[in-house]
């Protein structure tokens, strides 16, 4: 079974500096995929992003980047010069079976200004 | 452009009642997710619609949990007997279907209370 971890219940930053959101996950298939999705205080969740696992590169959206690293079974989120709309708990997790989510824990970020 | 809805958007009611949520995919989106989130459990998958048909119901939590969809479209999660710790938001979500699998639409949630 798929796990994720989480391990940032709350992170508080000022506006403009750079935070970086940690994911772990654990899985024993050699294909899977993982995500972001953002929950803003509206609560409707948000998709952000979908990567498979043959595909090691950086992804930028933005000031959204994401680092991923098989090595180390973690798919790290970064928002750069954040901004009070950033504010949210975000979800990192992986993707069972081609439908169903794993959710890890979630991390909520606030930015103050 | 309708997102996906849920209804009610609240509901209280009494341990041991059964209730009812509904939802409203997104038009043309053929895949259907029901999850759970509370604050012990986190954000939890209760069962997936392909179509009309439930591939995987391996999330509900018991046999009080039941969920159907007709017409490829609305789908509806009843609770029977309900029980204090079923309290949370349910949430439902759409996708376009495999193809767009990860890519889910997700509907405000109902707040359930169950007293």
């Known amino acids: 079974a798929q796990k994720v971890t989480q391990a940032q219940t709350e992170i508080s930053v000022v506006e403009k500096e750079d935070v970086t959101l940690d994911c772990v996950y654990e899985?024993?298939?050699?294909?899977?995929?993982l995500f972001w999705y953002k929950q803003p205080p509206s609560g409707e969740l948000v998709f952000l992003i979908r990567r498979n696992s043959f595909d090691e590169q950086n992804e930028i959206s933005g000031r959204y980047s994401w680092n991923f690293q098989k090595s180390t079974s973690s798919f790290n989120f970064t928002i750069t010069a954040s901004q009070v709309v950033d504010s949210a708990v975000y979800f990192c997790?992986?993707?069972?079976?081609?439908?169903?989510?794993?959710f890890g824990q979630g991390t909520r970020l606030t930015i103050n200004p | 452009g309708a997102g996906v809805s849920q209804s009610p958007s609240n509901k209280v009611t009494e341990k041991g009642k059964d209730v009812e949520l509904r939802c409203d995919p997104i038009s043309g989106h053929t895949a259907l997710y029901w999850y759970r989130q509370s604050l012990g459990q986190g954000l939890e998958f209760l069962i997936y619609?392909?179509?009309?048909?439930?591939?995987?119901k391996s999330g509900l939590p018991s046999d009080r949990f039941s969920a159907e969809r007709t017409g490829g479209s609305v789908s509806t999660l009843t609770i029977q007997r309900t029980q204090q710790e079923d309290s949370a938001v349910y949430l439902c979500?759409?996708?376009?279907?495999?193809?767009?699998?990860?890519?889910?639409?997700f509907g405000p949630g109902t707040r359930l209370t169950v007293l």
């Open positions: 997790g992986v993707i069972q079976g081609a439908q169903k989510l794993v």
């Open positions: 899985t024993r298939d050699t294909t899977y995929y």
């Open positions: 979500a759409s996708s376009l279907g495999p193809e767009k699998f990860g890519e889910q639409f």
């Open positions: 619609f392909q179509g009309n048909s439930a591939p995987d």
